[in-house]
């Protein structure tokens, strides 16, 4: 389990898929839009959001005010060094490397998509 905190006007993460995991979420606060598949999903206080491995999915904060959503990972196989690897590189200053981020989603079992 983790959560996180998605700022107004944030676009996270990459669109991407699970290999190995299902990730359900809970809306606590704010609301978030999630593209699952090629369907439009708003996620806000006391919603839920099932999202099965192999399927594609990124979210934003369309809103106007910060979101903070706890999410499970079935079974329980990404954990803090995913976060760490990718925090590191997101906060290194300047943009941040797509390519870099990629090759950590990749090794920590999410599938990057690049959109058509």
């Known amino acids: 389990m983790f959560e996180f905190r998605v700022p107004v006007a944030a676009r996270v993460p990459v ?5 190995f995991f299902d ?6 606060e704010g609301v978030t ?3 699952v598949s090629s369907e439009s999903v708003a996620v806000g206080p006391g919603d839920v959001l099932f999202i099965p491995r192999g399927t594609v999915h990124a979210f934003d ?15 329980g196989l990404l954990g803090p060094s995913f ?11 300047g943009p ?3 390519s870099r981020i990629a090759q950590v ?4 079992g999410l599938r990057p998509v690049v959109p058509a």
């Open 83 to 93: 976060f760490q690897e990718i925090g590191a590189i997101v906060n290194a200053g």
């Open 96 to 98: 941040p490397d797509i």
């Open 15 to 19: 669109p991407h898929s699970h290999e």
């Open 23 to 28: 990730e359900t979420v809970f809306g606590l």
């Open 61 to 75: 904060n369309r809103g106007t005010a910060a979101a903070h959503e706890p999410s499970v990972i079935t079974p």
């Open 105 to 108: 989603m990749q090794r920590h």
């Open 33 to 35: 839009t999630w593209m």
